[in-house]
């Protein structure tokens, strides 16, 4: 039989997290989905249970203004980060869309983050921000990069006495920024293919540029080469630049079929979003 733990504060999650291997749920929208069983039957875990969702010290979202960054609590419910003044704009928009309100008051970015799914709908904002994961465990504490974090489908560089502890997202200057998701229905739907992209332009030019899939490759996609060929250029060269933008954004990609969507389909979407955003800036 597994044991549930329900610590009564971080450093006692801390100690039984090192005591032996847990899976940890935070708001369980994910967790309880896969270890389902049959209906009407509890959830099956093959190991003990770590519950950290109520923990004070991991519940927080604040603007760091010495290092120009947004901190969030790994166990933040996405409903509070979307109601919170120092969110992101488009980070709010893409929470906006996430599940129903519902699972928005249960799910946390940390668990959006740890379950490393291709369509977690969070994950492209956090690329395009160079996002940091803060990893916490008895033996201190790691920072690292989410595009280094996540290492592919439901893989995530954590060890087994860490938990994520927070999120940094880097606050930069941006003109404006879009976000798209595709699914199967207006709301409450997981992703066939979904971008964002933002920039920053300085009298005619795109000073900063970043964009980046979800939902059509193992991880995020996002190309930094791409990106640097754009940059300090004028709009109306950018927009000349199309073809060739459209012809590398797809080598970006390697959509798969599975029972949302099929590779064709995801692979036409994401080329008319690409072509959508490089136009819009216009
Ligand atoms: C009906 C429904 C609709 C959904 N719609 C969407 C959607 O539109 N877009 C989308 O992206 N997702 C969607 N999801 C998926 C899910 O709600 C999100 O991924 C959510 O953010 C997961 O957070 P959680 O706190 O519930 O994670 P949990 O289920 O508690 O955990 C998920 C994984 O993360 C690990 N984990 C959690 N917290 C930590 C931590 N602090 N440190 C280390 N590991 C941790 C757990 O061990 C587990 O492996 C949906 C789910 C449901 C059931």
Known sequence: MVRHIIPNNLNE???FLNEGPFHIMAGGTDLMIQKRSTAGTPPKFAKDVLYIANLAELNYIKKDEAHRCIRIGAAAKLEDIYNHVDTPALLKDIIREIGSPGIRHSATLGGNIANASPAGDSLVALYLFDAEIVLLSVDGERIVPIKKFIT????????SNELIKEIVIP?????????????GRRADSISKVSFAGVYLSNFGLVADIRFAFGSVSATVARSIELENSLKNRPIEQIIGDLPRILEE??????PIDDQRSN???RRKVAGNIMERFIKNIA
């Open 263 to 265: 590779k064709i389909y």
């Open 249 to 254: 954004a797809d080598k970006m990609i390697s």
């Open 13 to 15: 999650a801390l100690n």
């Open 152 to 159: 592919g489908v439901r893989r995530i560089d954590l060890r």
């Open 171 to 183: 606050i930069i200057p941006i003109t404006a920024y879009k976000w798209y998701k595709v699914g």
